[in-house]
């Protein structure tokens, strides 16, 4: 297989910079960051997922479309997105993105309603290190999973930026 050139670009945003990538004409990661503190990281993801890829930094209009739905959604003007997304990883993590994209803004649910939702419901621990490897966060919006008893247990971006995330969308934690 060829190699792929990903295409990203650095935003800022108030939980701080975030990179966007892009294969082809596909959103397919947000890493929390910059791309200098977690290039090691997105290259050993993109490796096992895409082979070995090639970044650049360089606006696709994929990306400043993505970028312009970020600043909304910050704005308070966005609750759903409309990006195109390469979802990469097991069948299973993709069924439980999937369901992650069902969980309305501002609403949360538990690792265990979403393993119902796949028809899993044993499957809590799978669903959460599947919620954990999720590639694109706040658009699969992974922050709406919350523990069983309510609490708020541990997210990618760290738990502040978590708890900024649900507030941001109205709810009360």
């Excluded at 910059?34 to 994929?62: I, V």
């Excluded at 997105?81 to 439980?96: A, C, H, Y």
């Excluded at 992650?100 to 119902?116: E, F």
Aim: glycine share 10%.
């Amino acid at each position: 297989m060829p190699d792929l050139n990903i295409n990203y670009i650095e935003i800022q945003s108030p939980i701080g910079p975030l990179v966007l990538a892009a294969a082809g004409e596909r959103l397919c990661h947000i890493e929390f960051g910059s791309f200098a503190d977690a290039g090691s990281k997105l290259e050993t993801w993109s490796k096992r997922w895409y082979g070995s890829s090639q970044w650049s930094c360089t606006p696709s209009p994929l990306l400043v479309d993505a970028e312009k739905q970020m600043e909304q959604y910050f704005a308070g003007e966005r609750k759903v997105f409309d990006i195109s997304l390469d979802l990469r990883g097991t069948p299973f993590q993709i069924k439980v993105w999937e369901a992650l994209t069902r969980i309305p803004y501002g609403q949360v649910c538990s690792y265990k309603d979403i393993g119902q939702a796949i028809q899993s419901e044993k499957a809590v621990r799978a669903v959460g290190g599947a919620n954990n490897r999720n590639p694109v966060p706040i658009i699969v919006p992974c922050h709406r999973v919350i523990g069983a008893d309510g609490s708020l247990v541990g997210y990618g971006g760290g738990l502040n930026v978590k708890i900024h995330l649900l507030q941001h969308e109205g709810y009360a934690v």
